[in-house]
């Protein structure tokens, strides 16, 4: 792609940033069920970084003794081919660590680029799920809809009245 030379260097940069990483598996969903001391609930990931941990700051809260103020940051990333996926690092993935750490499939990571099915452990009895699933374009609606009628021409009707 050839970028015109009037404009600006850093209008340039970005606009290879832009192309270097194309619109990535637009129809998926990034989602963790997550099961702590509070019970199972399910988020749909969307934004480019969460911190999880039990501190109120996080992005995704975690209520369990067992887990640090600032346990774990999820971060989304993209493959060679373009494709989106989620990577997750003890504590902030530089300099702090959470106290546990994190096992992923029953192993302890530092960090792990999550997969379909991965089960990352906290502590006894907390844990998520990551999830990524192919989602519809235009959701389906179900068989018994009121509103999911067909049209008829006319016609094509042909009544008892009519000779054939």
């Not at 993209?78 to 106290?99: K, N, Q, R, V």
């Not at 990571?109 to 989602?135: A, E, N, T, W």
């Amino acid at each position: 792609m050839r970028l015109s030379n009037s404009l600006p260097q850093n209008m340039v940069n970005e606009s290879r940033e832009m192309t270097e990483y194309p619109s990535a598996q637009p129809h998926k969903a990034h989602i963790l069920i997550v099961e702590d001391d509070k019970g199972r609930r399910e988020l749909l990931l969307r934004k480019s970084r969460y911190s999880i941990g039990r501190a109120q700051q996080c992005d995704i809260r975690i209520h369990s003794p067992f887990v640090s103020r600032y346990h774990a940051t999820l971060s989304r990333k993209f493959d060679e081919d373009g494709y989106l996926y989620y990577e997750i690092c003890d504590g902030d993935g530089h300099t702090h660590f959470s106290a546990n750490g994190i096992i992923v499939n029953g192993r302890k990571v530092l960090s792990h680029p999550l997969k379909h099915g991965d089960k990352v452990v906290f502590g006894p009895q907390v844990y998520m799920i990551y999830q990524h699933c192919q989602r519809d374009i235009f959701p389906s609606l179900p068989p018994d809809d009121p509103f999911d009628i067909t049209l008829i021409d006319p016609a094509m009707m042909v009544s008892e009245w009519d000779e054939v």
